[in-house]
């Protein structure tokens, strides 16, 4: 039986060392785990703090799907930020204690008063002040007037994200854009070419992250009177931006009710009732 060649057995050697690295899982340190646990941890829906709305967003899941870009309409005085602070507290009090909401704050409004109203109104009495401040030191306002501002911000978190070192967002379960308009309007004026070209870029910005952490993010809107329906102000074609929409009005009789404009399992426009109290000073 004739011996084999030593330059056939080291090629033989040569591509088995090949196929083995190819199949053998990559070895990775516990910080390159981070973005994995970060995904595993922030799977669950986060709740609107109302169950028919809940229902709407995803049905038998219940609320703002994680990794999902969302826009919040509503005119002028529809309750939107009011809205939000319901939804907030509601979760405040039902998330863990180590978890965090960020709000980012393009109107230079938030107000962590009408925050701590919404808080002690869902609890049903005052909370003691070690507990409110508790509460409210998990949420993390950034001030963004302008996107000279946004997108540093997104720049940042992304660079904590791809670190080795743990990430202060990874314990984020839900972030709020208050607002895309207030956001845009310093920086391109009238100009409806730049609203949406800027408006895209935003939103690509937002869906990554909202992916890369795990999230639902909420973008919060202006919308005009159109045929006494509402719309969003920056048209049509931002609504492809966004994952679903949803708008905030009063209907004839005075009720305000929620409207889910654009959804991938639902035929729209479909509405619910969402009375809240408002607590605006």
Known sequence: MAMPDPQDKLLVSHFAGQAAQLLAPPISSAADLVPNLIQANNTRAITSGRPSLDSLLCSGRGGWLPG?????????????????????????????????IVWIDSVLGFSPQRLAGHLAAQVGQQLEAAQLSSLLNRVQVAQCPSTDAFFPLMAAINRTLSSRNHSPFSSTRLIILDSIHALLAPTVGDSSDQWLFLARQVAVQLKHLAQALSVPIIVTNNASRWNKRNKPALGQAWQHCVDEGLVLFEDEKGKRKVAVLKSGHLSVPVSVNVPFMNLAA
């Open 68 to 100: 999902r870009l969302y826009e919040l309409a509503g005119a002028a005085g529809s309750g939107k930020t009011e809205f939000l602070y319901s939804m907030v507290a509601a979760n405040l009090l039902a998330l863990p204690p180590q978890s965090t």
